[in-house]
Structure formats: structure tokens, C-alpha cells
């Protein structure tokens, strides 16, 4: 039995290279489970510089020279973060504050109509019993705020250190070739295998971030148009939350349309308006889903979706928001590693 064991783990790690690669894996896993929270600056700095290298490509293909192009790209992304800090950014938090602000409200409005709800159908009594006493202690303003400000912190990353991010999006990006040289220095010379996932990881990734990101755009700039016919309140907010659920598979467009579906019942109460807004809201989601999708991701993530919905679940409960944002990446590199060790196995 033991010499059967000594000779599988021979056979997956048949030489430097495989042995070296299990390791690094192994490495990445137990940073991400233990220091995810403390280097989300970093995380999101690679993740920007990544996109940004794209952008630089293009540039180049245009015939600017690197270094342009490396000014150009940098300033791009300068820009929109200023443009995000300065318009952006203020408007989201007055929305955020306002909301803190009508929720208590709202709480006190939720006993009478579940008493209504009582009286007319008086096989409802025990839940109006029950939601009278949840909701007979309503929380201040502070709490709620405090509540909403940790959930959107969480989901849009308000804890990053904007000085910070800057700083290393530019080291990332001007130095990638002297980090990607120091990192390869410590690896075998004969590396056959990681060039190859590393081909494969870097041909899908790179389209399926690219993708992400203009799908982010579409996405909640679309929503805030069809907010903004409505005149639906918290505009700024909920486009943002629609937008960064596409980051999510699958589940984001579920998990986000119950505040939309909230404000706008609050709003308008069940009314016309109301359901043409869910209508045209769910027009939104079916194209996003059935037609975006498949134009920006098409040849970018060749998964199957059951599997990239068990890599959400499953990263998810291991890592927490860093699981869900890397669950199609981590699935994706994987893949690539399933595809390049059989190889080796066969020696």
C-alpha cells in the first residue's frame, strides 16, 4: 500500500517542475485564505494593471511607441479614478446616507401592512404575528448606515487605500517585465509545463478581465438609464450595485435585483410603473445574459456553467470575496493545469 502511494506521488511529481509549480499553488492558496483581507490593495492594483497592459497593447498596435503608450495607459487610468472620486464617488455617498435615512421609516410601515395583510387573509396571522415583532425595534440611522456602508465596502472595495492603489498600479505596470523576470529567475529552467498553462491562463484571462470590465460598463450604464426614465430614486447606487454584480456568475443578477425590486415597490407601490420598470429591468438581465455575454465571452471562458457555478460555492465558502471574484480564474487555471499534467503522469 505504501509503496503504491510513494509511487502515484512519483508519478505527479515526476520531476523539478512539477514539484516547484505544486508548491507555488500551494503557496497562492494559503495567501489568499490568510492574508486576503490585508493585501486586497495589492490584489486590485494587479488586477488594474493586468486590464491596463491590454490598453497599452492597443495603443502600440496604433504605432505610439512603449514608453507613449505606457504614459498614455497610466493617465487613462489616473483620469478615471479622479472622475470617479470626484463625481462618482460624493454622489453614491449622499445616496448611501439618504437611504440610512428612509429605511427607519420604512421599518415602522412594514407591521401596519403586514396587519392589513391579517385582516384580509386571515390565514396570514401568524406571519403578521411575526413580523410585528421583528420589526418592532427599529434601528437608528447610525446602525443602518454602518450596515449598508460594511456590505458596499465589502462589494465595491471603499477600503482601499486610494493612496496606495495608484503607487502600485504604476509599479505593477511600468516594472511588470523587471517582476515578471525576478519571479521566473527563481523558477526550473525547464518550465515546458507552466509556459504552457501560462500560454492558456493568459490567452483566456486576459479576454474574460478585458470582458469583465466593459461588461461592468454596459451593464450599469444601461441600468442607470432605465433608472433615470423612471426617475427611480438612488440612481447612482443601485446602477453601481447592477453594474459590479456581473462580477458574480449567475447569482449577482439575482442577489441585486431585490433592491431594486424594494425601491422601486417602495416608490411606486403596485402600480403600472412598477411593473413596466421590473419588466424592462428583466429585458436588461436576459440581454446581458443571452446576448452580451456571448458576444465578450464567446472564445474567453470555456467552461461549462455548472462548474463555474460549484467554483463560486466552493471558492466562495473558502476564501470569501476574494473566492467569488477569482472563482472563474481559479477554475479557469485549474483547467489549464488538468490539461498539462497528464503528461507528466504518463512518464
Not at 401568524?126 to 437608528?140: A, K, L, Q, R
Amino acid at each position: 500500500m505504501l509503496e503504491e502511494i510513494n509511487n502515484l506521488f512519483r508519478k505527479i511529481f515526476s520531476n523539478e517542475e512539477t514539484l516547484v509549480f505544486a508548491s507555488l499553488l500551494t503557496g497562492a492558496f494559503l495567501i489568499i485564505f490568510f492574508l486576503g483581507n490585508i493585501l486586497t490593495p495589492f490584489f486590485i492594483s494587479i488586477i488594474f494593471a493586468y486590464l491596463l497592459v491590454g490598453l497599452q497593447n492597443r495603443l502600440e498596435g496604433l504605432g505610439f511607441n512603449s514608453g507613449i503608450a505606457l504614459a498614455l495607459t497610466y493617465s487613462f487610468f489616473l483620469l478615471l479614478g479622479i472622475g470617479f472620486l470626484v463625481w462618482l464617488g460624493p454622489l453614491v455617498y449622499q445616496q448611501v446616507n439618504a437611504l440610512a435615512e428612509a429605511v427607519p421609516g420604512w421599518i415602522k410601515l412594514i407591521p401596519p401592512i403586514a396587519t392589513s395583510l391579517a385582516e384580509e387573509y386571515p390565514q396570514l396571522q401568524t406571519f403578521s404575528n411575526v413580523v410585528g415583532e421583528e420589526f418592532t425595534v427599529v434601528p437608528d440611522k447610525n446602525v443602518i448606515l454602518q450596515t449598508l456602508s460594511g456590505a458596499i465596502s465589502t462589494g465595491v472595495t471603499l477600503s482601499i487605500n486610494l493612496i496606495l492603489l495608484p503607487i502600485l498600479v504604476f509599479f505593477f505596470l511600468f516594472d511588470r517585465k523587471s517582476i515578471i523576470s525576478s519571479f521566473l529567475s527563481v523558477l526550473p529552467q525547464e518550465r515546458a509545463m507552466l509556459q504552457q498553462v501560462w500560454v492558456e491562463m493568459d490567452d483566456q484571462l486576459s479576454n474574460y478581465a478585458r470582458g469583465k470590465a466593459l461588461e461592468i460598463v454596459i451593464v450599469g450604464s444601461a441600468a442607470a438609464l432605465i433608472f433615470m426614465y423612471f426617475d427611480l430614486q438612488y440612481i447612482a447606487l443601485l446602477s453601481i450595485l447592477v453594474g459590479f454584480s456581473v462580477l458574480i456568475p449567475f447569482l449577482g443578477a439575482f442577489i441585486v435585483t431585490l433592491p431594486v425590486a424594494v425601491l422601486g415597490l417602495v416608490q411606486f407601490g403596485l402600480t403600472f410603473d412598477f411593473w413596466l420598470l421590473m419588466g424592462v429591468y428583466l429585458v436588461l438581465q436576459i440581454l446581458d445574459g443571452y446576448l452580451l455575454v456571448p458576444i465578450l465571452f464567446s472564445d474567453a471562458v470555456k467552461l461549462h456553467p455548472v462548474v463555474i457555478m460549484l467554483a463560486v460555492f466552493v471558492f466562495g465558502a473558502m476564501f470569501g470575496f476574494w473566492g467569488i471574484f477569482f472563482a472563474i480564474p481559479i477554475a479557469t487555471l485549474i483547467k489549464a493545469i488538468w490539461n498539462s499534467w497528464p503528461e507528466s503522469l504518463s512518464n
